[in-house]
């Protein structure tokens, strides 16, 4: 009998390797997408105010582009930059939001056709985003994919930071199809930061290469379109998950 129940042991300890060895690979992979290194160069270009412009502000958001961003490879690409100082989400609902991106496909629509998340560890995961163009007649929409993670901090005043690093990675799952650009995100950065218990703020940092050619004034109004519903699409967004509880 004993030698049953030791053979019973090894299977079943084989078993568990086999399972475990694909999210091991899976995780292993992730730490490769997203260094140390990447998330600290990634936040310090969120703070950083040199090399900057202001094109838009009101009294919700102010907008700024960097035509000349440095990525840690020396590349200089161009970013946009948008804060807004006070958002009435409470904090942990926002947070929800933005990291639950599943959901976004339905209170989104607008500008996205298709939305999937893949969590691979609490504080890391794949997006997959596939957005509609504003206007198909002169360019195709664009989709891509990152990979995620989130970094919880506390302030001195011991308010909860939250921030989300991200970046473009190939996905085999989510390889480019027919009708769509494969835009490539260099840099994606969000932090969200508690003010009290029922507002926050948020800074949002991002760099896209949008492949193919896109008319110079589309671009000028997708950043105007960025400004004027920044801050709108979370209401919608906490809305939609506070159904969900």
């Known amino acids: 009998m004993s030698g049953l129940s030791e053979r019973a042991d090894w299977s079943f300890k084989q078993l568990l390797k086999l399972l475990i060895r694909p999210l091991a690979k899976n995780n292993q992979e992730m730490s490769q997408y997203i260094s140390d290194e990447f998330v600290k160069n990634s936040i310090a270009e969120l703070n950083n105010q040199n090399g900057w412009k202001l ?18 490879d020396g590349e200089s690409v161009q970013a946009t ?22 959901h976004r496909v339905h209170w989104d629509s607008s500008h996205v056709e298709t939305n999937h998340r893949t969590p691979i560890r609490d504080d890391e995961d794949l ?17 891509f994919v990152i990979a995620r993670k989130m970094i919880k901090e ?9 921030y989300f690093v ?19 995100v260099n ?28 008319p110079s004034f589309v671009k000028t109004q997708m950043i105007k379109k960025l400004a004027e519903e920044f801050g709108d699409g979370f209401q919608h967004g906490y809305q939609y998950i ?4």
């Open 166 to 184: 991200g970046k473009s990675v190939e996905d085999p799952k989510h390889p480019p199809t027919k009708g769509h650009v494969r835009a490539k």
């Open 242 to 245: 506070q159904k969900l509880k």
């Open 55 to 72: 094109e838009i502000q009101n009294d919700r958001v102010s907008l700024y582009v960097n035509s000349h961003m440095e990525l840690g």
């Open 81 to 102: 930059k948008v804060i807004a100082n006070k958002i009435s989400i409470p904090f942990a609902g926002l947070v929800r939001v933005l990291q639950e991106k599943e």
């Open 154 to 162: 506390t302030t001195e005043n011991n308010k909860h930071v939250v």
């Open 187 to 214: 840099v994606q950065v969000t932090r969200i930061e508690e003010l009290n218990d029922k507002e926050c703020s948020i800074q949002f940092l991002s760099s896209m290469n949008m492949g193919g050619s896109i």
């Open 127 to 143: 997006i997959y985003n596939c957005g509609k163009s504003p206007n198909r007649l002169l360019f195709s929409s664009r989709d």
